[in-house]
């Protein structure tokens, strides 16, 4: 486990009580938010989980990476699930350039068959990121 799950997990456990559940739809928080977003919202037999950034942003790239990934992973643990569980993925890297180390990392973390994935460059990303990852799973 890595030092940044370890930190996210505790909290998350205190938090996973504090949903709010609105018309069937489960809306769980965003520790940390930079707006106004569910960390997660479950929705009959598929959990949608907002985009991920990691902490490691002074780090390297694959550092930042990782950590988003982490973030991804402790927000489906929340719901019993894991990586092997996720059907769709939508990456946006600010550096289209780093396309194949994203991949090379990628790859490392999701089982075959990978889930379906879009990957966009974009211009800039919240709190300074390069990376920000989206993720749907099933239960």
Do not use: W
């Not at 739809?25 to 106004?36: F, K, N, S, Y």
């Not at 996720?86 to 973390?109: C, H, K, M, P």
């Amino acid at each position: 486990m890595t030092p940044m799950r370890a930190l996210f997990l505790p909290v998350l456990a205190v938090l996973a009580s504090s949903c709010v559940v609105h018309r069937g739809v489960e809306h769980r928080p965003a520790p940390g938010a930079i707006g106004p977003y569910s960390g997660a919202v479950v929705a009959d037999s598929l959990v949608f989980a907002s985009g991920k950034i990691g902490s490691e942003r002074d780090g390297s790239f694959a550092e930042e990476a990782e950590s988003a990934l982490d973030a991804v992973e402790a927000e489906l643990e929340r719901s019993g699930l894991t990586l092997a569980d996720v059907v769709s993925v939508q990456v946006y890297l600010t550096d289209i350039g780093r396309y194949a180390e994203f991949n090379e990392i990628y790859a490392a973390r999701f089982p075959a068959p990978y889930p379906a994935r879009t990957c966009v460059a974009v211009a800039a990303l919240p709190a300074g990121a390069r990376v920000e990852i989206t993720a749907t799973a099933r239960r």
